[in-house]
T-cell receptor, first 113, second 110 residues
Framework: KAGVTQTPRYLIKTRGQQVTLSCSPI?????VSWYQQTPGQGLQFLFE???????NKGNFPGRFSGRQFSNSRSEMNVSTLELGDSALYLC????????????FGSGTRLTVV | QKEVEQNSGPLSVPEGAIASLNCTYS??????FFWYRQYSGKSPELIMS????GDKEDGRFTAQLNKASQYVSLLIRDSQPSDSATYLC??????????FGTGTSLTVIP
């Protein structure tokens, strides 16, 4: 059974650019959540998608957005990148939501220079 | 304010000892609690979930939950060097928002 796949694994972007990250959840999982992980702040919740609808949203600025497709694959987009956006971005999938427990992908390491 | 608090450590225990990891949370009505393990450079992996007061055992791991005290803990018996990692406590708060603590770094000394 394939796990959660995130692409790309590494990204280097310049301030002001935008970036799109992709996540393919475990087959059959309908919930996809995104987290930002930094050494100082730990894991911070960005948003959750379920059946193509955003079900929950964390406290991040509007530059962070996401979507989910009919096959449950999800993308997140960050526009107008700032140095502080440098982080590990983790995607987590579950059958119906956090209650079932998450399976995380390997993450995308974003560096903004 | 929804908060999950853990002692950041580092916590060091000798091989074969019991490691005790603690977590407190701010929402009295939370119902779902989880422990994740994260090795350096890797993503978190789910170790245990607990939903009811009391103890839940899975191999060398025991999760303990006390909702009245808003406290959840993880005990690792017969600690092994391979248990050296950061342990993350996570709580599902009302509104279906899932919050992680900042983690406790555990080192098991051979």
């Amino acid at each position: 059974k394939a796990g959660v796949t995130q692409t790309p694994r590494y990204l280097i972007k310049t301030r002001g650019q935008q970036v799109t990250l992709s996540c393919s959840p475990i087959s059959g999982h309908r919930s996809v959540s995104w987290y930002q992980q930094t050494p100082g702040q730990g894991l911070q919740f960005l948003f959750e998608y379920f059946s193509e609808t955003q079900r929950n949203k964390g406290n991040f600025p509007g530059r962070f957005s996401g979507r989910q497709f009919s096959n449950s694959r999800s993308e997140m987009n960050v526009s107008t990148l700032e140095l502080g956006d440098s982080a590990l971005y983790l995607c987590a999938s579950s059958f119906e939501g956090a209650y079932n427990g998450y399976t995380f992908g390997s993450g995308t390491r974003l560096t903004v220079v | 304010q929804k908060e999950v608090e853990q002692n950041s450590g580092p916590l060091s225990v000798p091989e074969g000892a019991i490691a005790s990891l603690n977590c407190t949370y701010s929402d009295r009505v939370s119902q779902s609690f989880f422990w994740y393990r994260q090795y350096s450079g890797k993503s978190p992996e789910l170790i245990m979930s607990i939903y009811s007061n009391g103890d839940k055992e899975d191999g060398r791991f025991t999760a303990q939950l006390n909702k009245a005290s808003q406290y959840v803990s993880l005990l690792i018996r017969d600690s092994q060097p391979s248990d050296s990692a950061t342990y993350l406590c996570a709580v599902l708060f009302t509104g279906n928002q899932f919050y992680f603590g900042t983690g406790t770094s555990l080192t098991v000394i051979p």
